[in-house]
T-cell receptor
């Protein structure tokens, strides 16, 4: 199976620090989609971003930014000036589709704790 | 517009009992999915459906059955529950086509404990 690896199991930072969450994926496909989801302590899964494999533009949304590099198969997520409300588990995921079939793989998640 | 809803929110079963989890979505999405989430393992896909009357296996389908009799509903069944099926179950849906077709919308989850 082609994996999605989030090597950082837990990260702890102090409020206002910047933090980067790493995501590395394996794929033999040229077309795929990458995602980041946030799971706060309340348990729901919140969609953050989608990136297509043919679009390597980095993206910034407020304090969040994403760095997609096909050459290293990485899709890293940076939170600038972290806040306590950013404390959550963050999941990276990849979807490959072939016709109507879909192969979805999630990373094991990174628990981010932002201390006041 | 409720999005994706799941019933029930919590359930405790004894080994060997059966139950059905219900997922409903009101976004007219073609794709629906069932995942399980276990500590340290992220989400793993159990089954998914491309549309009414269709289902397909995901990464961990054993011990589960699914049905999609109506487009808006996707049922997950456990015929004979085992302690290894203790988990949090998430349902999700996504559109078939369009710019956001791969974005999944998740339900709130069902916490199942099998004793």
């Amino acid at each position: 199976a082609q994996k999605v690896t989030q090597a950082q199991t837990e990260i702890s930072v102090v409020e206002k620090e910047d933090v980067t969450l790493d995501c590395v994926y394996e794929t033999r496909d040229t077309t795929y989609y990458l995602f980041w989801y946030k799971q706060p302590p309340s348990g729901e899964l919140v969609f953050l971003i989608r990136r297509n494999s043919f679009d390597e533009q980095n993206e910034i949304s407020g304090r969040y930014s994403w760095n997609f590099q096909k050459s290293t198969s990485s899709f890293n997520f940076t939170i600038t000036a972290s806040q306590v409300v950013d404390s959550a588990v963050y999941f990276c995921a990849r979807i490959i589709s072939s016709g109507s079939a879909r192969q979805l793989t999630f990373g094991s998640g990174t628990q981010l704790t932002v201390l006041p | 517009n409720a999005g994706v809803t799941q019933t029930p929110k919590f359930r405790v079963l004894k080994t060997g009992q059966s139950m059905t989890l219900l997922c409903a979505q009101d976004m007219n999405h073609e794709y629906m999915y069932w995942y399980r989430q276990d500590p340290g393992m992220g989400l793993r896909l159990i089954h998914y459906s491309v549309g009414e009357g269709t289902t397909a296996k995901g990464e961990v389908p054993d011990g589960y059955n699914v049905s999609r009799l109506k487009k808006q509903n996707f049922l997950l069944g456990l015929e004979s529950a085992a302690p290894s099926q203790t988990s949090v179950y998430f349902c999700a849906s996504s559109a078939l086509a369009g710019p956001s077709s791969y974005e999944q919308y998740f339900g709130p989850g069902t916490r199942l404990t099998v004793t």
